[in-house]
C-alpha cells in the first residue's frame, strides 16, 4: 500500500499532503478532474453503454454473441457456463453478463432460449443461470458471423482474442433496440419492425425514399407525429389496447413499451385512490397474453373511463428516443435513417469482401488444379532430369521448365510454393487421377468465378437480394404488433372522474367541496374550474378548492367548460353612467383563471337586470316593464334574444331601452339559435369531431344518434358524444334512421352455408346485436342501404351451364326484423354473386303544408293584462267595479 503511494507522488510531483492548504491541492484536484475523471468516462461511454454503429452491439453483448459462437455445436448450452465462458473477454462480473445475455434473449432475433427466461409482459425475472440454456439461432450464425472478414484485438488480460465489431450483415442496432446510460450522455434506440427495415435497406440501394417507425413487442398502439426520424429531441406517444367487453368491464390486451403488467394495475390503482378513475376491481388474467380486466363502478361511463386510463394511468406513456452510438471511437448523435444507411452501406461492403474471399480461394484452388493437371497428364514426375535431380533446388528448376510453355493457361505466376506442393502429391493420388474429372473440377471453378464477378459488378443488386433473402426468409416470425395511430388529445379536465361535490355558502361568499351542509351546486373533479357571475356583472373563473372565498352577490356559479363556444350567456345590464339598459348575448370559451372580467361597461352602479345560461345556444322571450311615466304610451315590450346576434363577452351589447325598468321577467322559453351539431368521423383516430376532420355524418340534434355496423356483423347505437370510442372493424358508421332499409346478402352456415338474402332494419340499441345471426360462422357478401338493389347470382359446378339469375331484392323478399333468417336466393350450386346498377330509384315526394307547431307555454304572469293593470298594480292603485 506504501509502494502505491510513493508511486502516485513520483507520478504526481506537485502532490501535497490532505492537511496542507496551499494552491497545489488545487491544481492536483484540477488534474485529477481532467484525467482520471475523462478516462473512466469514456470507458463507459465507449467500452459499456452505448452501442457501436457497425454492428449495433455494447461490448459485454459482443463478448457474449462471440463466446456462445466459440460454444457453438448446435446444442443448447447452459446459461452458467456460457456466461463464464464470456468472463475470458468481459472484466466484470457474472451478474452484468447474465442479465445481458437475458435481455438479449427476451427479444427473440438472435438466441434461442429454453427454459424460464422470464416474462416482458409481466415483468417476472428469469430462472437462475444453471437452470436455463441457450444456443444462437439460424439468423444470427447466418447474419452475424465470419471469421475471415472479422477484425480482432487482444482480449483484456492478453490471453484471448476478441471481435473489434462483428462482421453483421443487417441493421440490428434498430431491430433489437437499446437503453443505455453514460456518463453525461445517454442512448434509447427504439426497436423497429424486421419486414420494415429490410424494405428499407432495399428502397435505399435503389435510391428511393423510406420512412421507419417504432414496433414493440408488446403492442400496443403508437402515435409517431413527433418520432423526428428517432433523434434527440423527438418523442413518441404508446398507448395500450383497451377493449370493451361490456359497458361495465373493460380489457386492457396490449401494454405500453416499457411496461409491464404490474406497473399498468398499480398505476390504476393509484389513479383510484386519488379519485381519477372509478373502478371497482382490477383482475390481472395475463399469462401468454396480457389480460388485465377492469371492472367499472355502477354508473361510470365506459368511453370516458378509457379516456381517464389514458390521462392519468401507465395505458399511455411517452418515450423520448435518443439515438447515440458510438461511431470512429467517438459518441455521434444521429437519426434512425442514417444509422439505417450505414448499417446498409457496411452491409454491401461485408458482402463485397466476402465475394472477393471466396473468389481468391477460388483462384487459387484453380491454379492449383490447372497446375495438377498439367503436372500429372504430363508426366512431368516421371521425367530423368526429376527423378535423376541431385537436389531440391534442380528438381524445382526442372518443373518450372517444363510448366513454362502452359504458363499462358494459368491465372497468376507460378511460384516455388506451387512447385514444392505438387512434389507432394501422393502416389495413390496421381495413380486415381481422372482426367474428365479435372476438367469437370476446373469448369465449375471457373463457372463459379464469373458468377462472382457478375456479382461484384452488381453488387448493389446482390445485396438487395440479400435483403429479401432474409425478409422471405425470416420476415415470417416478425408481423407488425405495434400499431400506427394518431391520437386525439386527451384532456384531463374533461375526462377526470367527477368524484367530488360542490357547494356554496351565499350569505358568507364561500365556495368548495367541503361545504357538505350548504346549497348543492353540481358534481365536479379537483381538476375542474368554477365560473361565477356577479350582481354587479363581474365574473372570474377560479379552481375548485376544499373552501374558497369567492365574494357574495353571486348571480350564477357552474362548473367552467374550456372552448366551449355552445353555452350561450344571455343577458340584460343597467349602465351605471347613463342608466340605459342593454341586451347582450356572448359565450365564454378561454380567459385568464382568477382574472376579474365584466360583461357590463365597468361603470359604478352597473347591474344585472336578467341573466340566463344556456347549454345549447337558447334564446327566450322576455317581457320588459317599465316605470310609470306619463309621456309613455306603453310600459310593456317584448324582446327575443334570438334576434341579438352572439358577440364577444367585451361586447357593449344593444340598447334594450332608455327609459327606467321596473323589472325584466322570462316570458317565453326559446330553442337554439346554433342549430344542430355537425359532426364528423375521423377513421384515423376512430373518434368523433366537431371539427371537420373525415367523414361528414350530418347535423345532429339532441336526440338523435349514430349507427355503427361491424365487421363481424354486431351493431348498435350511440350518442354522438366526443369522448366515444370505436373498433377497428367499423364498417358503417352513420347517422341512425330508424326507417332506412337495409339488404343483406350472406352464407348461412346453419344451411350449409347456402346464400340467403334479407331485408331489414337497424333497431336503436346501445347493447350489440348481431343481424348475420347467432352462428358466428356466418359470413357477410353484401350489406347496401340502396333503396332497390339488383344482383346477378352466377352458377357454377354442375349448375354452371344455367344463365345467370337476377334478383330484384324489393321483389324478391319483404322486409323483417333484423333476426329473420331471410330467403334463399336458389338451390343450386352459386360460384359468384354481382351487384348490379338499380333500375329504379325512390320518387321526390312533394312536401305539402307545414305542419301545425305546438303553441309554446307562456310564463309571463301578466300575460293578458292591459297596460293600464300593470301600471295601476306598480303604482298600488286598484280599479272600482
Request: hydrophobic share 35%.
Amino acid at each position: 500500500m506504501n509502494d502505491d503511494k510513493n508511486d502516485i507522488k513520483e507520478e504526481h510531483s506537485d502532490y501535497k499532503p490532505a492537511g496542507s492548504h496551499d494552491e497545489g491541492i488545487k491544481h492536483q484536484l484540477s488534474g485529477m478532474y481532467q484525467n482520471w475523471f475523462l478516462d473512466y468516462a469514456s470507458y463507459v461511454i465507449l467500452e459499456r453503454a452505448v452501442p457501436h454503429i457497425n454492428d449495433g452491439f455494447k461490448p459485454v453483448q459482443r463478448r457474449i454473441l462471440h463466446s456462445m459462437k466459440r460454444l457453438d455445436d448446435g446444442r443448447y448450452n447452459k446459461v452458467a457456463n456460457i456466461v463464464g465462458h464470456t468472463m475470458q473477454f468481459h472484466p466484470h462480473g457474472d451478474a452484468s453478463i447474465g442479465d445481458a445475455l437475458v435481455q438479449l434473449g427476451q427479444k427473440d432475433i438472435l438466441i434461442d432460449c429454453q427454459g424460464n427466461w422470464g416474462n416482458i409482459l409481466t415483468g417476472d425475472g428469469a430462472a437462475a443461470p444453471r437452470y436455463i440454456e441457450a444456443r444462437l439461432t439460424k439468423f444470427a450464425l447466418e447474419v452475424v458471423f465470419n471469421n475471415k472478414t472479422t477484425e480482432w484485438k487482444l482480449s483484456y488480460d492478453g490471453r484471448n482474442k476478441e471481435p473489434i465489431t462483428l462482421p453483421v450483415k443487417f441493421p440490428l442496432l434498430l431491430a433489437q433496440g437499446v437503453e443505455g446510460i453514460a456518463v453525461g450522455l445517454s442512448s434509447k434506440i427504439l426497436p423497429h419492425n424486421f419486414n420494415e427495415l429490410c424494405d428499407a435497406s432495399i428502397n435505399y440501394l435503389h435510391g428511393e425514399e423510406f420512412q421507419l417507425y417504432p414496433d414493440f413487442l408488446t403492442g400496443g398502439s403508437i402515435d409517431v407525429a413527433k418520432y423526428n426520424d428517432g433523434e434527440r429531441g423527438g418523442s413518441v406517444k404508446v398507448r395500450s389496447k383497451i377493449d370493451k367487453i361490456d359497458n361495465k368491464t373493460l380489457a386492457i390486451r396490449e401494454i405500453p413499451f416499457g411496461k409491464t403488467t404490474s406497473s399498468v394495475i398499480e398505476s390504476i390503482l393509484k389513479a383510484v385512490d386519488k379519485g381519477k378513475i372509478k373502478v371497482r376491481k382490477v383482475d390481472d388474467n395475463t399469462a401468454a397474453e396480457v389480460e388485465i380486466l377492469v371492472h367499472l363502478a355502477p354508473g361510470v361511463s365506459s368511453d370516458k373511463t378509457i379516456d381517464a386510463l389514458y390521462a392519468f394511468t401507465d395505458c399511455e406513456v411517452s418515450i423520448s428516443p435518443n439515438c447515440c452510438v458510438i461511431d470512429d471511437q467517438k459518441p455521434h448523435f444521429l437519426t434512425v435513417s442514417h444509422v439505417l444507411k450505414k448499417s446498409t452501406d457496411n452491409t454491401l461492403a461485408l458482402l463485397r469482401q466476402e465475394l472477393e474471399i471466396q473468389k481468391n480461394e477460388l483462384q487459387e484452388t484453380l491454379h492449383f488444379a490447372s497446375l495438377e493437371k498439367i503436372f500429372i497428364e504430363e508426366r512431368i514426375y516421371k521425367d530423368k532430369q526429376f527423378e535423376q535431380a541431385k537436389s531440391m533446388d534442380a528438381a524445382c528448376e526442372h518443373i518450372d521448365e517444363r510448366l513454362t510453355p502452359y504458363y499462358p493457361q494459368f491465372i497468376r505466376e507460378v511460384t516455388k510454393e506451387d512447385i514444392l506442393k505438387l512434389m507432394e502429391i501422393k502416389m495413390g493420388r496421381i495413380l486415381k487421377f481422372n482426367s474428365d474429372k479435372a476438367d469437370e473440377l476446373i469448369a465449375r471453378m471457373k463457372g463459379e468465378i464469373e458468377e462472382i464477378d457478375r456479382h461484384l459488378a452488381n453488387i448493389v443488386e446482390y445485396t438487395v437480394n440479400w435483403f429479401q433473402m432474409l425478409k422471405d426468409k425470416y420476415g415470417k416470425s416478425y408481423p407488425r404488433r405495434t400499431e400506427l395511430r394518431n391520437f386525439d388529445t386527451i384532456e384531463a379536465a374533461k375526462v377526470v372522474e367527477a368524484n367530488e361535490k360542490l357547494y356554496i355558502n351565499r350569505e358568507e361568499g364561500f365556495i368548495g367541496t367541503s361545504l357538505k351542509k350548504d346549497e348543492f351546486i353540481g358534481n365536479c373533479s379537483d381538476l375542474d374550474d368554477v365560473i361565477i357571475f356577479y350582481r354587479t356583472g363581474k365574473f372570474i373563473v377560479t379552481s375548485v378548492a376544499d373552501k374558497k372565498f369567492v365574494g357574495k352577490n353571486i348571480l350564477h356559479i357552474n362548473i367552467f367548460k374550456k372552448n366551449d363556444s355552445r353555452t350561450i350567456y344571455n343577458a340584460v345590464y343597467k349602465d351605471g353612467a347613463t342608466g340605459f339598459h342593454y341586451i347582450k348575448r356572448f359565450a365564454v370559451t378561454s380567459i385568464i383563471r382568477d382574472k376579474e372580467y365584466d360583461i357590463t361597461q365597468g361603470t359604478p352602479n352597473s347591474k344585472i337586470a336578467y341573466f340566463t345560461a344556456n347549454p345549447n345556444g337558447e334564446a327566450e322571450i322576455i317581457k320588459v316593464t317599465l316605470k310609470p311615466n306619463p309621456r309613455l304610451r306603453r310600459i310593456t315590450l317584448d324582446r327575443d334574444f334570438s334576434e341579438i346576434s352572439i358577440k364577444g363577452r367585451q361586447a357593449q351589447g344593444y340598447i334594450l331601452t332608455k327609459n327606467d325598468v321596473h323589472k325584466v321577467a322570462l316570458k317565453q322559453r326559446g330553442g337554439s339559435t346554433l342549430g344542430g351539431r355537425k359532426v364528423w368521423f375521423d377513421r384515423d383516430v376512430l373518434r368523433l369531431n366537431y371539427d371537420g376532420r373525415g367523414e361528414y355524418l350530418g347535423e345532429f340534434q339532441s336526440d338523435d344518434s349514430i349507427l355503427v355496423v361491424l365487421d363481424n356483423g354486431d351493431f348498435y347505437t350511440t350518442n354522438f358524444d366526443l369522448s366515444n370510442h370505436y373498433d377497428n372493424n367499423v364498417q358503417i358508421l352513420e347517422k341512425y334512421d330508424s326507417g332506412k332499409i337495409w339488404t343483406a346478402v350472406l352464407y348461412d352456415a346453419d344451411q350449409n352455408n347456402y346464400l340467403y338474402l334479407k331485408r331489414f332494419c337497424f333497431e336503436a340499441n346501445s347493447r350489440k346485436q348481431n343481424y348475420l345471426g347467432e352462428n358466428k360462422d356466418n359470413k357477410l357478401v353484401y350489406l347496401t342501404c340502396i333503396p332497390y338493389p339488383r344482383y346477378e347470382v352466377v352458377f357454377g359446378g354442375n349448375d354452371s351451364f344455367r344463365e345467370p339469375l337476377e334478383v330484384d331484392a324489393e321483389q324478391f323478399i319483404a322486409v323483417k326484423g333484423f333476426k329473420a333468417k331471410g330467403k334463399r336466393i336458389s338451390t343450386f350450386t352459386i360460384t359468384e354473386v354481382k351487384e348490379l346498377e338499380p333500375t329504379r330509384f325512390p320518387e321526390v315526394q312533394e312536401t305539402g303544408g307545414e305542419d301545425e307547431e305546438e303553441e309554446p307555454e307562456i310564463l309571463d304572469p301578466d300575460d293578458g293584462k292591459s297596460d293600464d293593470d300593470i301600471r295601476d298594480e306598480i303604482t298600488g292603485q286598484m280599479k272600482l267595479f
